[in-house]
């Protein structure tokens, strides 16, 4: 058999470290804040790996992004700031030699940015949630059928009905059913061992 590519010692090596990156894949996309301290040992073998050059150009990518919107001591960044935190990120020269992340930086443009950064306009906005935008996202899709046709006090009743319905459904006591009735139901044959 041969011998692996330069870098690597062994074939095991490389399987180990293909393994352990399969495994934590998603642990460099976390804020360094978020990481476990029994995790930050992975993180730190994985980055120190042959492969943790570009792993390491992928993770500086990942927190420059999340640069954009907080500082270093996790305060919001003025809109001014963001635009000039976006414009060092887009043509950072490390990521342009990986595609990946060359098409990620194409695909943000400063339009997709303005759209994103909608909170750093407004003070008193937070950042949205997974939540807020599934919650926004079925809004708008009850809306689709006859969007012209409402006026302001309309959608403010239908998102009123729709947060008592929601309400509603989650104080609705639980029903168990103890003992339910078995006619009608084939009876259950018990195996014996």
């Known amino acids: 058999m041969a011998s692996p590519p330069a870098p690597w010692l062994s074939w095991d090596d490389v399987r180990r470290v ?69 414009t060092a990120w887009r043509s950072n020269p490390d990521c342009q030699g990986l595609p990946a992340l060359r098409r990620a930086q194409e695909r943000v443009t ?5 759209c994103v950064s909608q909170f750093l306009r407004h003070p008193g ?27 302001a006090a309309t959608i403010e009743r239908a998102v009123v009905i729709a947060a008592m319905r929601k309400k509603e459904k989650a104080m609705r006591p639980q029903v168990t059913v103890v003992n ?10 018990m195996s014996v061992a």
């Open 18 to 86: 293909r393994e352990t990156l399969n495994r934590h894949r998603f642990l460099l996309m976390r804020r360094p804040e978020q990481v476990k301290d029994e995790e930050r040992g992975v993180a730190e073998a994985l980055l120190s790996s042959p492969v943790g050059t570009a792993l390491q150009t992928i993770y500086s990518f990942l927190l420059d992004w999340y640069g954009l919107w907080t500082d270093d001591a996790g305060n919001r960044r003025t809109l001014d700031e963001a635009y000039t935190y976006y």
């Open 125 to 151: 906005w937070e950042a949205t949630s997974n939540g807020m935008e599934r919650g926004g996202r079925a809004f708008r899709h009850r809306q689709s059928p006859h969007f012209k046709l409402r006026s």
């Open 110 to 114: 400063e339009a997709k940015l303005e």
């Open 180 to 189: 339910p009735c078995a006619r009608g139901r084939k009876p259950k044959v």
